[in-house]
């Protein structure tokens, strides 16, 4: 299990029966076996709150959780995090290990749906686990995941601006890749210069998006 410099109260490692997400979010028998087949082991590794790390929590976000997962493959398994996110209501900061690999993700929670950050494997991040609140240790650790993917990251972007441009970015890195297949793809040659024009477009716009960030 990783081992971060956090206080001695910080520290919980405590393992966690994947039998207690079931309930909590309701998963049926498909899920249940992806859990079997995914995961060995969920350990709670740590807890950040007022009481563990003698900083503040906030009314929307009191505490953030280390859970470590020993998986049984070296591949995440995001429908398994979507069931722990859904039964734990506060965020998470995953470990994953395979064998003598690992990685790290975090979530982002918006409303129903889930964003989530990777880290390759055998990638180490630096986490800095300091900060004014619990909200802003995690906005902190949120940024450095889409720095490391994006470079989008600047020293006084507002989190919330952030995210936005993140999520708009891989909307347009989606769209990129699809106007570039129907580009090689297209054989009328009046469609294939319209998606000609529409992929020089959405790559200006992704260009301006990233020059943004500078």
Not at 120 to 128: G, Q, R, S, V, Y
Not at 129 to 158: D, M
Not at 188 to 197: C, I, L, R, T
């Amino acid at each position: 299990m990783k081992i971060f410099n956090l206080p001695k109260k910080a520290f919980v490692n405590r393992f966690i029966p994947k039998s207690k997400f079931f309930k909590k979010a309701q998963v049926n028998s498909k899920l249940q076996q992806e859990f079997a087949d995914a995961i060995t082991r969920i350990t709670w590794a740590y807890k950040l709150a007022e009481s563990t790390i003698n900083t503040l929590g906030a009314e929307n976000m009191e505490e953030l959780q280390i859970f470590n997962m020993e998986l049984k493959e070296k591949i995440i398994p995001k429908n398994v995090l979507k069931v722990i996110d859904k039964a734990i209501p506060f965020a998470i900061l995953y470990t994953f290990e395979f064998e003598n690999n690992f990685a790290y993700g975090i979530t982002i929670k918006e409303n129903a749906e889930q964003r989530y950050f990777f880290s390759d494997w055998n990638e180490e991040l630096i986490f800095d686990f300091t900060g004014n609140t619990i909200e802003h240790i995690y906005q902190k650790i949120v940024k450095l995941f889409i720095n490391n993917k994006t470079g989008l990251v600047t020293k006084n972007q507002n989190f919330e601006d952030l995210v936005a441009n993140e999520k708009q970015l891989a909307i347009l890195e989606k769209e990129i890749i699809s106007l570039q297949k129907k580009v090689q793809t297209e054989k009328q040659f009046n469609k294939q210069v319209a998606f000609n024009k529409a992929l020089r477009s959405k790559l200006k716009e992704k260009e301006n998006l990233e020059k943004g960030a500078i």
